[in-house]
Antibody
């Protein structure tokens, strides 16, 4: 069974950027869509965006348009989520999801 | 895109059935059969339990079932068990080619 392995926790300053990675273990992303979701402390799930496998087309939730970038590197079979202009409201656990599986989550803390 | 609306909490005794509603609009649930449900125990990552309204991934018990009518989807848990205590989220495809989650429902087993 495929497991999605994400990069480790990050602490960032307001105004900076963060890039989180997601890599499948025991499988490959080929022909599968990758989605990113976040969950602020004590809050619900929030859909951020997705990238399709065939043409690498991206779709973003309206509120993240222009501040979030999702990419996928075929050569390393790794997906990335980059969030810019961070504020304290971006403090959350960020999850990747694909092939019916979810990563373990990456905690991003934004604090001065 | 606003979040889909779910009741904050539902509860039931072991063996009973509980149903969670998920209300959207004609731009999401009402137009597509791409509704999924996720179970999230405390401190854990979400787990897919239903997709395309009423399809279960391998390994998910048939106690979990789904339905849809108009702009509202529903998840029913039959024969409630202590291990079902968790947060549940619906999710739907939208007319913008994006997805949207529900507000989440906490299921308590009495």
């Amino acid at each position: 069974q495929v497991h999605l392995v994400q990069s480790g926790a990050e602490v960032k300053k307001p105004g900076s950027s963060v890039k989180v990675s997601c890599k499948p273990s025991g499988g490959t992303f080929s022909n599968y869509e990758i989605t990113w979701v976040r969950q602020a402390p004590g809050q619900g799930l929030e859909w951020m965006g997705r990238i399709t496998s065939v043409y690498g087309t991206t779709y973003y939730a309206e509120r993240f348009q222009g501040r979030v970038t999702i990419t996928a590197d075929e050569s390393t079979d790794t997906a990335y989520l980059q969030v810019t202009s961070l504020t304290s409201e971006d403090t959350a656990v960020y999850y990747c999801a694909s092939m019916g599986q979810w990563g373990q989550g990456t905690l991003v803390t934004v604090s001065s | 895109q606003s979040a889909l609306t779910q009741p904050p909490s539902v509860s039931g005794s072991p063996g009973q059935s509980v149903t969670i509603s998920c209300t959207g609009t004609s731009s999401d649930i009402g137009s597509y059969n791409r509704v999924s449900w996720y179970q999230q125990p405390p401190g854990a990552a979400p787990k897919l339990i239903l997709f395309d309204v009423n399809n279960r991934p391998s390994g998910v018990p048939d106690r979990f079932s789904g339905s849809k009518s108009g702009n509202t989807a529903s998840l029913t848990i039959s024969g409630l068990q202590a291990e079902d205590e968790a947060d549940y989220y619906c999710n739907s495809y939208t007319s913008r080619s994006t997805y949207v989650f529900g507000t989440g429902t906490k299921v308590t087993v009495l």
